[in-house]
């Protein structure tokens, strides 16, 4: 087994390399002695003179939320007329970024059929009831859709259709969307 390092002179020119490795047997081995850079950055903020934090993937999720997020577009799974929406917040506090099942969004609507109760333009808040990324649940199972789909509500949280088309998600019963509940042909 031969001992060789990632670069002739103990440095790393090449991409995807990092000084401290060594490759024996085409393994990569920590080198002793040598400090090892980190391949993952975390959130903490850079201390002065320390190495510098890289912002975090755009489609990076927290506690197994949907990416749902501003300027996502959502087929509307009831009978209000709107066909799909495009998010424009996501409510529950100014840092929220994503929403998943059960989570209220302010969307605009951007194809409705002529003549229903709501048109092209139109501001609405909807709630999530499908969403395509994967939501793990308690008992350790997952859930996912073939869409992103929501249903449009009144400001009191009731729907404003009086169908719903689909399936939704168990979480709304959790958090308390009755009527839609009961309005759905399934939940899953």
């Known amino acids: 087994m031969q001992r060789r390092p990632a670069h002739a002179d103990g440095k790393s020119e090449k991409a995807g390399r990092r000084p401290g490795i060594l490759e024996i047997a085409g393994q990569p081995r920590v080198r002793p002695g040598k400090p090892v850079l980190p391949l993952v950055f975390s959130h903490v903020p850079a201390r002065a003179g320390g190495p510098r934090t890289e912002p975090q993937d755009v489609h990076e999720q927290k506690d197994g939320l949907a990416v749902i997020q501003q300027e996502s577009r959502l087929r509307v799974a009831d009978n ?4 799909e929406i495009l998010c424009i917040r996501v409510l529950g506090g100014s840092s929220r970024r994503y929403a998943g099942i059960g ?7 951007k ?3 002529p003549g229903a109760g709501v048109k092209k333009g139109d501001v ?3 709630v999530v009831v499908r969403t395509v990324k994967e939501k ?7 859930i996912r859709f073939d869409e992103n789909a929501a249903v449009l ?5 009731d729907p404003r259709g009086t169908r719903i088309f689909g399936p939704v998600g168990r979480e709304l019963r959790d958090k308390r969307y009755m009527k839609i509940i009961s309005l759905a042909p399934e939940v899953l």
């Open 111 to 113: 194809d409705a059929i």
């Open 103 to 109: 989570d209220i969004i302010v969307a605009t609507v």
């Open 136 to 142: 793990r649940r308690a008992d350790g199972s997952y």
């Open 124 to 126: 609405v808040k909807a």
């Open 80 to 83: 209000t007329g709107a066909k």
């Open 153 to 157: 509500i009144k400001n009191d949280g």
